[in-house]
């Protein structure tokens, strides 16, 4: 981030290293930035541990956070739980609602269907921490209209962004009479790695997804069908529907560019699929290169 104009650094929910803690880490060796988490599993803390664990990673890096937070499946919430929600629609509007007021320095006294929460983060300086949802289809980002700083998408192409999601978000902020959310798209992309066909790549970064129904049926809205049983060919049908983004680097600030055109404020460089094909080095390098032809384009958001 210090040699190009990116704006924040993301990291998604992770099992191994907690992305608060990374995070934190990091700032202690001398590496504070901006950060985005993208997004967090309601199901594994309280929204009042949210809450602290966001404004305590901004006082801890001394720079903005946008913490993005996402139902997750239903075998998550059941494991967590007990049961799935049976409206996770609900459940993301009640979570943000309680994330949001404590960060804004609120003594609430919320009782929902899934959610309770009486007190207040006790004051303290720190730089601005705004709240996002992660979004997939209509309903949820309706709700992130009504609530949310930023709604958070992942594998969702330019088109449909520009066709389904924005327009429902639009309707969520109107029904609520306020201005609408910033969007946010992770993008899973790659450069040409030395022996491996893209479509394997794109296995290795979004393979599960390809397999969980909410994203099956997203994808199927935006026109790509992940249904057969070969996953190669269903990453095949990722990069041709622009879910995955393969290609040169000139290609890619091409197609990175059709995101912030169809309506997104902040495009996320996501090279999970590289890192766990060709390692981290390889993974920081395509990075480097990708951020880089972006800071030198006129297109650089």
């Known amino acids: 981030m210090h040699w190009t104009?990116?704006?924040?650094?993301?990291?998604?929910?992770?099992?191994?290293?907690?992305?608060?803690?990374?995070?934190?880490?990091a700032a202690g060796n001398g590496f504070g930035v901006p950060t985005g988490l993208g997004v967090s599993l309601m199901p594994l803390r309280h929204p009042y541990e949210a809450a602290l664990q966001?404004?305590?990673l901004a006082i801890s890096t001394g720079h903005p956070v946008l913490a993005g937070f996402g139902p997750g499946r239903p075998d998550l919430q059941r494991a967590m739980r007990g049961e799935p929600y049976a409206s996770p629609l609900t459940a993301a509007e009640e979570y943000l609602t309680v994330v949001r007021g404590l960060?804004?320095?609120?003594?609430?006294?919320?009782?929902?269907?899934?959610?309770?929460?009486?007190?207040?983060?006790?004051?303290?300086?720190?730089?601005?921490v705004q709240v996002g949802l992660g979004v997939l289809r209509p309903g949820m980002a309706r709700v992130a209209g009504r609530v949310a700083d930023a709604a958070i998408t992942w594998l969702t192409p330019a088109a449909y962004l520009r066709e389904t999601v924005i327009p429902a978000l639009c309707e969520g902020a109107e029904a609520a009479g306020r201005p609408q959310p910033r969007v946010v798209a992770m993008v899973p992309m790659a450069l040409p790695l030395p022996g491996q066909d893209a479509a394997a790549v794109a296995v290795a970064g979004s393979g599960a997804h390809m397999q969980a129904p909410q994203y099956a049926d997203m994808l199927r809205r935006a026109g790509i069908d992940v249904d057969g049983g070969d996953p190669l060919a269903n990453a095949r049908s990722l990069i041709e529907g622009g879910a995955f983004l393969a290609g040169e680097a000139d290609e890619l600030v091409e197609r990175i560019g059709e995101f912030w055109n169809s309506g997104v404020d902040e495009v996320v460089v996501n090279m999970t699929g590289v890192a766990n094909v060709g390692g981290p080095k390889a993974a920081m390098q395509q990075i480097r290169t990708i951020v880089t032809a972006l800071s030198d384009t006129e297109e650089t958001r």
């Open 103 to 128: 960060l804004q320095g609120r003594q609430l006294d919320f009782r929902g269907r899934y959610f309770h929460c009486e007190g207040a983060l006790p004051p303290s300086p720190a730089p601005q």
């Open 54 to 56: 966001a404004r305590s």
């Open 5 to 25: 104009r990116a704006a924040r650094l993301w990291q998604g929910q992770s099992l191994t290293v907690e992305a608060h803690q990374g995070f934190a880490h």
